[in-house]
């Protein structure tokens, strides 16, 4: 798959072009865990018969502005006019919500199931497409990634790939909660929709 040739149709360069802006993004720690998650989600996109492309840019790019500046993601909330609701969150929220819109502006790519893709990476939503829910899961999945039950729900992708956004909503919300933690609102839908039914 690492051979994979993009059309041109939601990014203007090429895969190899995509990496090496990603890479010069972010620490070599980040870069490894976005290839793992490409690597992760272009087999979920196998299974679930999603076209490679989307699934691999979306992939590459959704922790791209993961290691900016509070300041930044700030200016950027101001910039592209968001909910100022979105200040008090930090980044694990901002890097997906308002990374969309600095990844729209910077790389060009103006794709909405890939920007809803990023938005919703940590999140979740009420309303995911394939892609959305492979980019979550892919995420959460990769290779790399150890926690009780990962095996479980890594089979489970490739079984119902939306029950188990169903279990990865359930199971961070417990987590959340267990550390006491305060929950995005988003999440508490995502897990209403996808871990209720």
Not at 64 to 88: M, V
Not at 161 to 168: K, P, T
């Amino acid at each position: 798959m690492n051979n994979l040739e993009y059309q041109k149709r939601y990014y203007p360069g090429t895969r190899l072009e995509l990496l090496s802006t990603v890479r010069a993004a972010l620490s070599d720690y980040r870069y490894q865990h976005v290839l793992r998650v490409e690597t992760m989600a272009l087999k979920l996109a196998e299974k679930w018969q999603v076209e490679a492309e989307i699934v691999s840019i979306a992939a590459l790019i959704h922790d791209y502005t993961k290691e900016r500046s509070d300041e930044d993601f700030i200016e950027a909330i101001k910039e592209y006019h968001l909910s100022t609701s979105l200040l008090p969150w930090g980044n694990n929220i901002w890097h997906g919500v308002v990374g969309a819109e600095m990844i729209r502006s910077e790389l060009v790519i103006n794709d909405s199931i890939i920007l809803d893709a990023v938005r919703q990476h940590t999140t979740g939503a009420e309303e995911m497409t394939l892609v959305s829910q492979i980019i979550f899961m892919a995420d959460y999945i990769e290779s790399a990634r150890d926690f009780p039950g990962v095996d479980e729900v890594r089979a489970l992708a490739f079984e119902d790939l939306a029950a188990s956004v169903g279990w990865q909503a359930q199971h961070t919300l417990e987590y959340l909660i267990k550390n006491k933690q305060r929950v995005f609102p988003l999440s508490l839908l995502t897990y209403n929709t996808w871990s209720t039914k």
